[in-house]
Each structure stands twice: as structure tokens, then as C-alpha cells.
């Protein structure tokens, strides 16, 4: 089992992204060191250390349940399309780390993913 972030707009042939619950966790956990934190610090995430103390665009998605919780809106993913991006960027392409590159290839899947759902005006759908 695993979970699939896609657009809802109800077209099956819409990009979608999926991780194992394992591969999210590992995804979000890397993204939130990008961030300067770790997340198991995070409430929610074994730790006890407030979402207010940090400031990042990616809180959405680093701060959502696994499955349930809110849909992200196109707002929020278009908060979140420039840093996402600018992560992307901070990482030369190639290179002999293929943890690094799959951390890379997911981050640009889910910013293909997002933008879809900004110029369709739907949500991204945890599924």
C-alpha cells in the first residue's frame, strides 16, 4: 500500500506522484532538513517542537497526515511551487548519489504535479 498525490479533477490521465508511506516519510524528512530542521523534532512527528517555530511555504505539506487531512488547495501549492523549485536548483544534476537524484526526481514530479493543479484551479488530493 502506498499513497498517491494527484489533482482533483477526476481525469485519470492527470500526473500524479506516489511513495510508499516509508518513501513519503524519508521524501518529507529530507525536505525538512533542506528546511534547516529536522522533522522528527516536529509535533505530530515524535517530537514536541511547534509548526510556529519554523517558518517555511512547505508547512502544508510537511505538517499533513499520510492519508485524510485537507486537501491542498491551488493557493498553497502555488506558495509552495517557488521553494520546491529553488530546492531543485540547489542540487547539481547527476553525480553518483542516486538517493540524492531520487530525492531530486520526486521533488520535480511533485512541482509537475502542483503545477497542474494551479493552472486547472484544483486541489491536490492525498489518496
Known sequence: MGLVLFPGNDDVTSPDISWSYTGFSVFRKWLAQAEGFTLA?????GGIRP???VSTTLTPLLDHPD??????TPAQCAAM???LEAIIDEHQP???DSVL???IDDTRRLVTVMR???DKDVE???G
Open 81 to 83: 511551487l517557488p521553494r
Open 101 to 103: 537524484q531520487r530525492r
Open 41 to 45: 523534532e516536529m509535533d505530530g512527528f
Open 116 to 118: 497542474f493543479c494551479l
Open 67 to 72: 492519508n485524510d487531512g485537507p486537501d491542498l
Open 94 to 96: 547527476g553525480g553518483s
Open 124 to 126: 491536490l488530493i492525498f
Open 51 to 53: 509548526w510556529t517555530s
